[in-house]
């Protein structure tokens, strides 16, 4: 059986090799995905969220 933290090290070393990096709020929802925590949509819905948010404060 896999572990979380397992699966957490192969989306890094995954996004890695393609120049892209995780932030510890990466992983945290990630995590809290699979904790059973969050839905995929709550997970979706934060991420635009949050994008949003990014793109208000650059008025754009």
Known sequence: ?????????????????EGLFLQEKDVSLINQYLNNEITVEQGIDIIKKDVMSKMNNRNV
């Open 1 to 17: 059986m896999i572990t979380n933290d397992k699966i957490v090290e192969n989306i890094k070393a995954t996004m890695a090799a």
